[in-house]
């Protein structure tokens, strides 16, 4: 694959995409995705919640098995700073969460889509921002310890 050269945005987005990880982090995506999804129809259908509370609470539930999948056997992180790893990487899936949901919204109000078709378009939407933001906050490459300084992981 010919990439951009070095100093070029696109040039670091395909060296990014082009990292093996992306596809153990596409698979474990899909995984928790089932979950998320399968809770919102269930929350919504069943049990009478409105979509977007049903979104959201499907969303917290599949992102705890993405942290844990994504940790132990895509990225095999070895870090012990759990609780600072876990808050990173809640702030990066709260990111995309809010870009999910405002484009299910948009999907639902404004297209008058289906809320299921409506999130299914919203996570392929958001899978390269979150794979940017987990891949180089939370789980960055080298395993280093987490130092709190999101410059750092942005550089």
Known sequence: MKYLPDGMAGGKILAVLNRQKITGFFLIGCFSTLIDIGLLYIFTEYFGIWYIYSATISYSC?????FLLNKYLNFQDTSR???????????????????????????VEICSINYLLGKILAVIIAFFWNYFGQSRIT?????????????????
């Open 81 to 107: 700073n759990y609780l600072r790893q876990f808050f990173c990487f809640i702030f990066v899936s709260m990111s995309s969460l809010a870009l999910t949901l405002g484009v299910l919204y948009l999907a």
């Open 62 to 66: 599949g992102m705890v098995v993405n």
């Open 139 to 155: 789980f960055h490459v080298g395993a280093r310890e987490i130092s709190g300084d999101i410059r750092e992981y942005v550089k």
